[in-house]
């Protein structure tokens, strides 16, 4: 049984001022996400600026997004590193919390061969027993998941069952299933190629875009999982513009500036991110009224 199907949040870490993480937002997002229909949250992701939490906040962060979830729908913990040692004590810790699955980002930094990604995968999967996504995003990590390391790793540990898929590479992602045999659970990381993905069997989409618009993207997915693909690839086009919004500065700069727009009240970002420049925020909002969200 798939961890989701659908639509999964990359949900934001809602901040204070006073750069504090504000876990009364967060539990008003769960619930925003809960009552749109949102499949999945995924919390400590990227989006949700997992580098700058320390080791205490991470674990808080994602037990306390288990606890505002209240098993109404899986919680997926960001659970990656570029320590082999403190990836397994995320996910440890997360699995005592309650989290329904890990994502795991590869080692970033430090890097590796295909062989030291096996070795690192299978030694987090030997530890826990939570289901586990690979997370491939090779833009930001410089190290790229080759398709033959992930089936691999998908037909030898038993809990290593999904790929969040953002290498923008549509071959790539097609050999990928094809090694797989098609049963690998495809969650696209590209807000973009959302309906490309599920024409080769994706199920689902981790999403930056489902934090401002989380119903239009489970309407989106559910559409093309119930063979209404006309419907989700209009819906896909029409996202577009929005997207590329979303994606004008470094992810999450420009989705926090577009719940904040929205009066969401999510916070600012921790330094090194900085605020969205005056120019890029005027397209992003544009992009938003367009879209229906202002």
Do not use: W
Not at 41 to 46: E, F, H
Not at 83 to 89: D, F, H, L, S, V
Not at 266 to 290: F, I, T, Y
Request: net charge negative.
């Amino acid at each position: 049984m798939a961890i989701f199907k659908g639509s999964g949040v990359a949900i934001v870490t809602p901040m204070k001022d006073n750069l504090d993480v504000n876990y009364d937002k967060l539990e008003e997002l769960v619930n925003f996400h809960i009552d749109n229909g949102t499949d999945a949250i995924i919390i400590c992701g990227t989006t949700g600026e997992s580098a700058t939490l320390s080791m205490e906040e991470h674990r808080k962060t994602i037990k306390s997004c288990v606890e505002f979830a209240k098993g109404r729908i899986p919680v997926v913990a960001g659970t990656g590193s570029n320590n082999t040692r403190i990836a397994i004590r995320h996910a440890k810790e997360a699995e005592e919390d309650g989290a329904d699955a890990a994502l795991i980002v590869t080692p970033y930094y430090n890097k590796t061969t295909q062989a030291g990604l096996i070795n690192h995968y299978s030694m987090i999967a030997d530890e826990t027993k939570l289901p586990i996504i690979l997370y491939n995003v090779p833009s930001r990590t410089g190290t790229n998941i080759a398709p033959e390391t992930v089936a691999t790793l998908f037909k030898t540990k038993s809990n290593i069952v999904g790929l969040k898929e953002a290498t923008g590479n549509m071959a790539q992602a097609s050999k990928t299933m094809a090694l797989c045999d098609g049963k690998l659970e495809l969650y696209s990381g590209e807000d973009g190629l959302v309906v490309p993905l599920m024409s080769i069997g994706a199920i689902g989409v981790i999403s930056v875009i489902a934090n401002i618009a989380p119903k239009k993207t489970h309407e989106m997915v559910t559409n093309y999982l119930n063979g209404k693909c006309d419907e989700a690839l209009k819906t896909q086009f029409e996202s577009l513009n929005l997207v590329d919004a979303l994606f004008s500065e470094v992810n999450p700069i420009p989705v926090k500036k577009a719940l904040n727009l929205m009066g969401k009240n999510v916070g600012p970002l921790r330094p090194p991110l900085c605020e969205m420049s005056d120019d890029k925020a005027k397209v992003l909002e544009q992009a938003m009224k367009d879209y229906g969200l202002l």
